[in-house]
């Protein structure tokens, strides 16, 4: 058990939040989401708690945490969690990992890996990397309808626990009673439409010279809450079921992510990337939500917009991937959720043997369609421009398996609860030669829609 993993079957249960339920309250306890089982999107869902030992960055400091034991590096972080994970373990096949790194890389950690300076002001105390190392996790397959608890054996005190983790996930799960979550205030935005205005007449004057190809604007948003954040996800997920949801239950802060887009896959060396050129909201009336389908099909901004990310993901993929073996000519799909569409194209790679999961992420982190083109001058301007960092907004939630495995999300449609304060973001894209002028309001309205999907009282209207 100690060097090899170890695997056991448990009762299927159909929604793997009745299995993470026990453990929501934990300390880093991590729920990684393929939707609720009346209207599932995806295959797996990955939950664990208990890590081994977690990495926080901030700033040009990394804390690697063991137990009660904690040093800090100024090392590149991702050079860091590299040397924590170790080298390259096995994992049943039937399972996409049995244990690694689960946690948020966000957008602002790119600041740390391009080394360049940042003007915005942070969220308090949010660290730009949190991730824990976990020894088992369980993975539900909702595909074969088997769940597993599975154990990579590095730490011999998974052995001691198994048992009793056996005993904990094997029985029915009681729902644990919470405090409901509720918005105490109505939802303040960091800067007023006019600022806002202001700020996308100074992105396009930047498209306009030909600095960027395309750049994405983001509001900050925040509100008094109070209440069980957990409650509130699961409120959340019910109300907008989406393929690459994800509950974070960490010390310093609570995330919940909504997400319906990936950025990063990578199982046995084949990688699956995401080029999402644009969404709409979905109709109630079929006959509608039809043309609105249609119309985002054949907008020209937004095929124009998946042709230059298409290409820009391809040189990207291209640093860590046999160039030969890009396939970006995939047709352009219509990716629908209970309330989006989005339409992607999906461009495939087989990494080199020389590369790894982390060198992949590194290159093609933060993705090009929340920051701009060319991506270091786009960020230098969003930079200047936003008033606040976006935090994990625009990064990445997922895991990093020992077996060499990667899935990550596109944090976007995510909040993040500290304390009695509650943070979401939304953002809109500026593309040279296409500006509808209603992306002012749209932004309000995305984080209105968000935050009245997890709390029990609706908002009025975001302060402007």
């Known amino acids: 058990m100690a060097d090899s993993p170890c695997l056991a079957e448990l009762p299927y249960p159909g929604d793997g939040s009745r299995l993470f339920e026990p453990v929501a309250h934990w300390p880093w306890s991590v729920f990684l989401d393929s939707g609720p089982a009346e209207q599932r999107h995806g295959r797996y869902d990955i939950i664990a708690a208990n890590p081994v030992s977690v990495l926080l960055t901030r700033g040009g400091l990394t804390e690697i945490r063991h137990g009660r034991d904690a040093v800090l590096s100024g090392n590149d972080p991702l050079r860091l969690l590299a040397t924590e994970m170790g080298p390259i373990g096995e994992t ?4 996409p990992l049995a244990g690694g790194a689960i946690g948020y890389f966000a957008y602002d950690l790119a600041h740390r890996l391009e080394r360049h300076p940042r003007q915005a002001q942070g969220p308090d105390g949010m660290p730009e990397m949190a991730v824990g190392l976990y020894d088992w ?10 769940a597993w608890l599975a154990g990579q054996g590095r730490n011999p005190e998974t052995k001691r626990l198994w048992p009793e983790l056996l005993r904990l996930f094997s029985r029915p799960n009681p729902v644990f009673p919470r405090t409901g979550f509720r918005l105490n205030s109505d939802l303040r935005s960091a800067i007023d439409g006019d600022g806002y205005r202001a700020l996308r007449d100074q992105c396009m004057w930047h498209l306009e010279t030909g600095e960027c190809q395309h750049l994405t604007l983001t509001r900050y ?6 209440g069980d954040p957990w409650g509130a996800y699961k409120r959340m997920r019910a109300l907008n079921p989406v393929e690459f949801g994800a509950f974070l239950q960490l010390p310093h802060c609570a995330v919940l992510c909504n997400s319906s887009e990936r950025f990063q896959q990578l199982i046995d060396g084949h990688v699956e990337a995401w080029a999402v050129a644009g969404s709409r909201a979905r109709s109630d009336d079929q006959r509608l939500d039809r043309e609105l389908a249609r119309s985002l099909r054949r907008s020209p901004a937004h095929l124009a917009y998946s042709r230059l990310q298409t290409t820009l993901l391809s040189g990207e993929l291209a ?6 073996s890009i396939r970006r000519n995939a047709p352009l799909e219509l990716h629908s959720s209970s309330h989006s569409h989005h339409l992607l194209k999906r461009i495939t790679a087989e990494l080199r043997s020389t590369r790894s999961a982390l060198d992949l992420l590194r290159h093609c982190f933060p993705a090009i369609s929340v920051t701009g083109s060319p991506r270091l001058r786009a960020m230098q301007i969003i930079d200047e421009l936003e008033s606040h960092r976006r935090g994990i907004y625009g990064g990445a939630i997922g895991y990093l398996g020992y077996n060499g495995n990667m899935d990550m999300n596109m944090a976007l449609n995510t909040a993040v609860q500290m304390g009695g304060n509650l943070r979401l973001w939304a953002c809109s894209q500026l593309i040279t030669g296409f500006q509808s002028g209603e992306d002012e309001q749209e932004t309000a309205e995305a984080a209105r829609t968000l935050i009245q999907r997890m709390a029990s ?4 209207h975001a302060n402007h």
């Not at 369980?138 to 088997?146: A, L, S, Y």
């Open 137 to 146: 996790v369980i993975v539900v397959d909702h595909e074969e309808r088997q």
């Open 319 to 324: 640093q860590c991937c046999i160039e030969e």
């Open 457 to 460: 009282r609706r908002t009025r």
């Open 221 to 226: 948003f925040s509100a008094a809450v109070s």
């Open 92 to 95: 049943p096949e039937s399972l």
